[in-house]
C-alpha cells in the first residue's frame, strides 16, 4: 500500500500491496476518518488474524502476553468467549489494546472492507413500474455484556430522508417462477422473508394466476404483520390462499405456531400442490432453524398423504431441490 500527503490530513492511496484487499470505489484522495466511516470495518467481531497482527503491533508486555494467548491453540475457546460469545467489536478490542499503534499501511491489513448488504426486491415492477420496494427489519439488541447495538446498514437506511440518494448495485436473485399456469406456487416467508414472497405474488397476479400460496409468520398480527392488508384483500378476491401464524399473540407458556406448524395443520393440501399438481416451494427468511422445519413439514405431507416411506420421503424433497422445484433465499 503506497501513501502520499497530499494536505493536511489527506493522503493519495496507490494499491501497491496485491495480497491486500481494497474496498470497493475507494476514492484517490482519503483522510482516515473518511476511510474509517465509509469504507472500512471496524464494527464487525474481529477474526483470529486480527489479533495475530495485533500482536505484533502492541508494545505493552501484558498485552502482548494476552494477545498470544488468544491465537494459540490453547486459547481457542477464551478468544471466543471473549470476542464471538459477546459480539465484541474491533473497536472495543482496540480501545482494550491501547498500547497498539498500527501504521497507516498496514490499515487494509488490519481493518476488512465494509461489505455491501444485499436486500430482497419486495414489490414487482409490472405493479411499481420505476421503483423498487424494500421490507427492512431494523437491527437493534443488546448482547450478552448488555451492550447495545445497532447494525450498521440498516442504521444508516433507517436515518435518511426523503429525496436522499444511495449508491446501490442490482443482482439477479434466485428465484424464477413457472410459465406454466396450471403450476401452483408455494411461499414461505416469515418476517423480513416476506420480501421477495410480495414481489412473487404481484408478479403471480399480475400473470393472472390464482393458484397461489402464502404462510406468513410475525410476531403479533397488529405489530408486524406485514403488508396483510394486501394479503387479505387478494384472499378476498381469490388471486391468493393466505395463512398466517402469529407466534407471540397466544397465551405465555404455550408453544408458539411457526409457519411450519400451519403447513403440518395443511399436509393433505401441501401434498396435493406440491406433489400431485408439481408445485413450486419457495423458502425465504432470517431464521436459521425455519428452512430445516419447513423442508421437514413438506417431508411429513409427503409421507403421510403421498403415501412413501420416510426415507422415501426425504429423496423426494431433495429431488424437488435439485429439479429446482424448492428454492430458497434465506439469510442469517
Ligand atoms: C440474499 C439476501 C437477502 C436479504 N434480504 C433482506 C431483506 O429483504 N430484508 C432484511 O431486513 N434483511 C435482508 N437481508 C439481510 C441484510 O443483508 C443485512 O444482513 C441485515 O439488514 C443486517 O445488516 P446491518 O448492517 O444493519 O447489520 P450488521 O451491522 O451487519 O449486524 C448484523 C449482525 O448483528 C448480529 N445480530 C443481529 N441481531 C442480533 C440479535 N438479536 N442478537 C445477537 N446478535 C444479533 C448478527 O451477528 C448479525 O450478523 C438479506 C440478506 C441476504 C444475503
Ligand atoms: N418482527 C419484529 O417485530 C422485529 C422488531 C424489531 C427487530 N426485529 C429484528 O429483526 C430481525 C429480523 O426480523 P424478522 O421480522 O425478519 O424476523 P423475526 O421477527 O425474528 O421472525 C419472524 C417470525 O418467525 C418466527 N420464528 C422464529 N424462529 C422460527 C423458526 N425456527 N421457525 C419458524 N419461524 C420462526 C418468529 O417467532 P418468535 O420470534 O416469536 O419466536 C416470528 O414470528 C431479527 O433480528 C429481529 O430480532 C424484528
Known sequence: MGWTNVADDFFTVE???LDQTLPDHLPKIVSLRILFTRYLDFNAVPRRSFFQLLRYFATDELEREKLDEFVSIEGADEMYDYCQRVKRTTWEVLSEFRSARIPREYVFDLFPPLR?????IASSVEFHPREIHLCVAIVRYRTKLKMHRKGVCTSYLSGLKLGDTLRIGLRKGFISLPTDP???VVCVGPGTGIAPMRAVIEQRIHEGHTNTTLYFGCRSAHKDQHYHAEWESHAEERKLRYRVACSRDGPEGVKRTYVQDLMKE????????????RGILIISGSSNKMPTAVREAVRGAVERFGGRSNAEAVEYVAAMEREGRLIEECWS
Open 182 to 184: 396450471n403450476t401452483p
Open 15 to 17: 494499491h501497491t500491496m
Open 116 to 120: 455491501p448488504r444485499e436486500f430482497s
Open 266 to 277: 395443511d399436509a393433505q393440501y401441501i401434498w396435493t400442490m406440491l406433489g400431485q399438481q
